[in-house]
């Protein structure tokens, strides 16, 4: 449960024992809020980084502009309730949050079929977890370099709920990750074993390479199963070493 004591505009919250902060300066006034349009309206965000020096940051880049930073969170544990709580429109998340896994954050919010929109901020643009970005329909992933532009040029292709450029980096990698390769003459795989392979490559869990591939588990099994004993693999570790001998994982992104 969300309990909250309000405090001029600005409620200390607290979700199962995690301190969060809410904004609460437009609550008074969502009775005669559906009189109005909604396009004036400033979109709700809310910041999960265990970092204040971040969320101060970035508070400040988004001053004067149609964002408001509904919430701050500081681990993962609180970030699926909260979106919920403020009907967030947008999470800009760090890629590694304390608690509970970024990644299973995005599971969480898939299995809730969650509107909010997921921008993940990252120190590199490590392929595993771009990759594990796009398995899980993440928005954009930004470099905690990026500049005032290119946040608000991300938050607004969000907000609009459009693609935020065809040479991002989510995209470049789903374009790789859903290509499928043709087979070799030395090792007798399908197009669609090589990109399972690829996949392992990439550090993806059957679920997610079922998300990308959009293939039932089973089926992804049975290609990993596949894999294994073309390959006389002894794991899907050894798939993956085998897939980047290859070149089958693209070594950046």
């Known amino acids: 449960m969300l309990r909250s004591c309000l405090l001029s505009g600005l409620s200390a919250a607290f979700l199962d024992g995690e301190r969060i902060f809410v904004d609460h300066t437009e609550c008074d006034s969502r009775s005669s809020a559906t009189e109005k349009s909604t396009m004036t309206d400033p979109v709700p965000l809310v910041l999960a980084f265990d970092h204040p020096v971040v969320c101060a940051g970035l508070t400040a880049m988004l001053a004067d502009t149609p964002y408001r930073v509904a919430a701050e969170v500081s681990s993962g544990t609180a970030v699926v309730e909260t979106c919920q709580a403020t009907s967030a429109q947008v999470l800009l998340i760090d890629v590694c949050l304390p608690a509970r896994d970024t990644f299973r954050v995005l599971q969480d919010l898939a299995d809730v079929a969650s509107p909010t929109r997921v921008i993940l901020l990252?120190?590199?643009a490590d392929p595993i977890w771009v990759a594990r970005a796009v398995a899980w329909s993440a928005h954009d992933f930004l470099l905690r370099s990026l500049t005032r532009e290119?946040?608000?040029e991300s938050l607004a292709s969000a907000r609009d709920g459009v693609s935020s450029g065809p040479d991002n980096r989510l995209a470049r990698l789903r374009n790789v990750m859903r290509d499928r390769p043709k087979p070799g003459k030395q090792v007798p795989l399908t197009k669609r074993e090589i990109q399972t392979a690829r996949l392992l490559g990439l550090g993806l869990s059957n679920r997610e390479i079922a998300?990308?591939?959009?293939v039932r588990i089973e089926t992804v099994?049975?290609?990993v199963q596949n894999l294994?004993?073309?390959l006389d693999a002894a794991d899907r570790t050894q798939v993956a070493v085998i897939a980047?001998?290859?070149g089958w994982v693209p070594s950046s992104t």
Request: charged fraction near 35%; aromatic fraction near 0%; avoid cysteine.
């Open 228 to 230: 294994l004993r073309k």
């Open 211 to 214: 998300r990308v591939m959009e």
């Open 122 to 124: 990252a120190p590199t």
């Open 244 to 246: 980047n001998q290859n």
């Open 221 to 223: 099994k049975e290609h």
């Open 150 to 152: 290119e946040l608000l």
